[in-house]
Structure formats: C-alpha cells, structure tokens
C-alpha cells in the first residue's frame, strides 16, 4: 500500500532554533516529493524533489531527497514565529497524489 | 505560478442540498485536481478533471455524489451532493503548473459546515 509518513507529527520550539522535518514514503512509480507549508486552510507549495542529494534551498528553509532510502527532509534555520503551520509533505506518482498527515510546527516567542 | 479563485470560501448548508464550488484559473492548464481535507486528516484526492474528458475519481468517491464540470481550460466545478454532516471538510482545487520548479497551486479551499 502506498503512503507517506510524516515525524514528529508535532513540535514547539524557540525562535532561533533550527528544525528537521522528516518525510519517508513507500510508493510505487515515484515522480517527485513535495513540501508545502498550510496556515488556515490552503497548503502553499515550498519545494519540489525529484533527484536524491540535490538540496533546494529558499531563505531559511532547504530540503533534500534520498531516493535510495524513501525519505526527504525539511530544515528550517533560525525560526520565526511566523515559520510556525502546518508542514504537508506529498509524493506524486503519475497522476495520483499521497499526502501525509502533517508535522504541526509551533514556534513560542 | 498560476492564480486560483476558488468560491465560496466558506458555507453552511443544510443536510440534503447540494452545493457547488467553484474554481476559475488565471491562465490554461490541462489537469485541476479537487481535494477534501477532514479535520485531523491528510489531503484526500478526490477526482482528477480533464478538459472534454469525463472526471477521473478516486477510490470511495463517485459521480453521483461528487459531479464535476470542466467546460474549459480555466474553470472547473465540483458539487457536492445530497449532503449529509459527514460531508462537513474543507473542499481545495488544485492544477498542476507543468514547470520543474513550481509543482502544484492549491486553491485557497471551501470550508463546508453540513448542519
């Protein structure tokens, strides 16, 4: 069965501290893994990963894939407390997508 | 990236009726997916729509309860019908940018109370 499993499903941190996200999936015809950030109700997209080992980067936030061992991580340096969401990741396989349930970031002043 | 306009952003309905949500895109794109998120829930696909092409739907979701419309290559609608407070999520459409970097763009999502 396909899925995609998200840790720690939650976390509270202090601004400053840096954060890993974790992402591991079981699919079958991998096309790319996804991060998106939700607040209130729409997801917004931060990175896609389609090749294993090539971190992408966007301010304080990266993300890398490795596609040997089905996971993807998501690092966010020096938090704010407007980092602080819901952090959604999606592995696309042809047309379908597997979202996980989320790892929910609160970030305490 | 593509901008979606998704309507209505929130309602109430009674159990029974029936509501359509709409989404209008900003620029022509082939595939718009809908998605239904229950509270403490993952994003759930619930059809995939092609222009001049029947909906594709997931697993547990039928046309009967769930018709959709995809006139054109910019708008697509999804009802919701017969409903009944299980049906009470919040209902997002997405579209798929074709672009290495930009992925999908999500419509900012209906929010729907079946009372």
């Known amino acids: 069965e396909d899925k995609v499993v998200q840790s720690p499903l939650s976390l509270v941190v202090h601004e400053g501290d840096t954060v890993t996200l974790n992402c591991s999936y079981e699919v079958t015809n991998f096309r790319s893994l996804l991060w998106y950030k939700q607040e209130k109700k729409a997801p917004t997209f931060l990175f896609m990963l389609?090749?294993?080992?090539i971190e992408k980067k966007s301010g304080r936030l990266s993300s890398i894939l490795d596609k040997k061992e089905l996971f993807s991580i998501l690092n966010i340096t020096a938090t704010q407390t407007g980092d602080s969401a819901v952090y959604l990741c999606a592995v696309e396989t042809g047309n379908q997508f597997y979202f996980g349930t989320g790892t929910s970031l609160t970030v305490i002043p | 990236s593509a901008v979606i306009s998704q309507k209505p952003s929130r309602d109430i309905c009674q159990r029974g009726t029936s509501l359509t949500i709409q989404c209008q895109v900003d620029?022509?794109?082939?595939?718009m997916f809908w998605y239904r998120q229950q509270p403490g829930q993952s994003l759930t696909l619930i059809a995939t729509?092609?222009?001049?092409?029947?909906?594709?739907?997931e697993s547990g979701f039928v046309i009967d309860k769930f018709p959709i419309s995809r006139p054109n290559l910019t708008f697509s609608t999804l009802t919701v019908s017969n409903m009944s407070p299980e049906d009470s999520s919040i209902y997002l459409c997405?579209?798929?940018?074709?672009?290495?970097?930009?992925?999908?763009?999500f419509g900012s999502g209906t929010r729907l109370t079946v009372v």
């Open positions: 997405s579209v798929e940018e074709g672009s290495e970097y930009y992925g999908y763009t």
């Open positions: 729509a092609n222009q001049g092409s029947e909906a594709t739907y």
């Open positions: 620029s022509q794109v082939t595939m």
């Open positions: 389609t090749s294993s080992g």
